[in-house]
């Protein structure tokens, strides 16, 4: 939003008719596609629903207004998943990416761990500690490595057979990369990211930002409407 976000229900607009609402919390979220891939998933399925994304600075309040407004749930991204939890009833782990409203009570769902799904790996490189991170920790095994900036740097996925970028930087490697190991980038843009293309170029499987967009949203859209996602149109709206 272009004015500075406010903290009750005057931060969203709906029109108070029949439609269902849901909403991405973050900040920022100007670039996200995850409106443009959620509205084209619900209008093939049929659904009036609507998804926006508001750019906030306190996810417990917005989450609040949400509540108050009658939406049916909402995303959650940088930097707001492990703050959210706060404004949980009920939570899956210390940081979640989804919200489910039911009831008068806020459940909160981790989606993304769906992104690594089907991918087998004994040891993994983790590029981040954010929320990002966290949300993808129940997916990953025990002998994983986190780096980050302020912890641990640079990164060494040596005899790591999973590489993960959990954070928003596109335009870096970051990490030195082999044959046979499967990266998964979790950031997008307008062209691939440094590492998704130096990572083809090594002659690595690839999840991009925008297939690990669709998956974690695929999951999201069936918490809220129990409903099967259509993966093919959210992939080509993401994608085109």
Same mark, same amino acid.
């Given at each position: 939003?272009?004015?500075p976000?406010?903290?009750?229900?005057r931060?969203?607009?709906?029109?108070p008719?029949?439609?269902?609402? @849901?909403?991405?919390?973050?900040?920022?979220? &100007? /670039?996200?596609?995850?409106?443009?891939? /959620?509205?084209?998933?619900?209008?093939a399925?049929?659904?009036?629903?609507?998804?926006?994304?508001?750019d906030?600075?306190?996810?417990?309040?917005?989450?609040?207004?949400?509540?108050?407004?009658?939406? !049916?749930?909402a995303?959650?991204?940088?930097?707001?998943?492990?703050?959210?939890v706060?404004?949980?009833? +009920?939570? +899956?782990?210390?940081?979640?990416?989804?919200?489910?409203? $039911?009831?008068?009570r806020?459940?909160?769902?981790?989606?993304?761990?769906?992104?690594?799904?089907?991918?087998?790996?004994?040891?993994?490189?983790?590029i981040?500690?954010?929320?990002?991170?966290r949300?993808?920790?129940?997916?990953?095994?025990? +002998?994983?490595?986190?780096?980050s900036r302020?912890?641990?740097?640079?990164?060494?996925?040596?005899?790591?057979?999973?590489? @993960?970028? &959990?954070?928003?930087?596109?335009?870096?490697?970051?990490?030195?990369?082999h044959?046979? /190991?499967t990266?998964?980038?979790?950031a997008y843009?307008?062209?691939?990211? !440094?590492?998704a293309?130096? !990572?083809?170029a090594?002659g690595? #499987?690839v999840?991009?930002?925008? +297939?690990?967009?669709? $998956?974690?949203?695929a #999951?999201?859209? $069936?918490?809220?409407?129990?409903? !099967?996602?259509?993966?093919?149109?959210?992939?080509?709206?993401?994608?085109?």
């Open positions: 939003m272009s004015e976000p406010a903290t009750g229900a931060a969203f607009h709906i029109n008719l029949s439609t269902t609402y @849901v909403a991405l919390l973050g900040h920022p979220v &100007a /670039q996200s596609l995850s409106p443009r891939m /959620q509205n084209a998933a619900f209008a399925r049929g659904l009036d629903w609507h998804y926006t994304a508001h906030v600075d306190d996810p417990i309040s917005a989450v609040a207004a949400l509540c108050e407004l009658g939406y !049916a749930g995303n959650v991204t940088i930097p707001h998943k492990q703050a959210v706060a404004a949980c009833d +009920e939570a +899956e782990g210390d940081a979640v990416n989804t919200l489910v409203f $039911r009831d008068g806020v459940f909160g769902f981790n989606t993304d761990k769906e992104i690594l799904a089907g991918i087998g790996a004994e040891r993994a490189c983790v981040g500690a954010g929320g990002a991170a949300t993808l920790t129940p997916a990953l095994s025990p +002998e994983t490595r986190f780096y302020s912890t641990q740097w640079p990164p060494d996925a040596g005899g790591c057979d999973l590489v @993960v970028n &959990a954070t928003p930087v596109r335009d870096e490697v970051l990490v030195e990369l044959v046979g /190991q990266v998964v980038d979790l843009g307008p062209e691939e990211t !440094a590492l293309a130096a !990572a083809r090594a690595c #499987a999840v991009d930002g925008f +297939e690990a967009l669709v $998956r974690q949203g #999951a999201s859209f $069936r918490l809220w409407t129990g409903l !099967a996602p259509p993966l093919d149109v959210m992939r080509n709206a993401v994608r085109t």
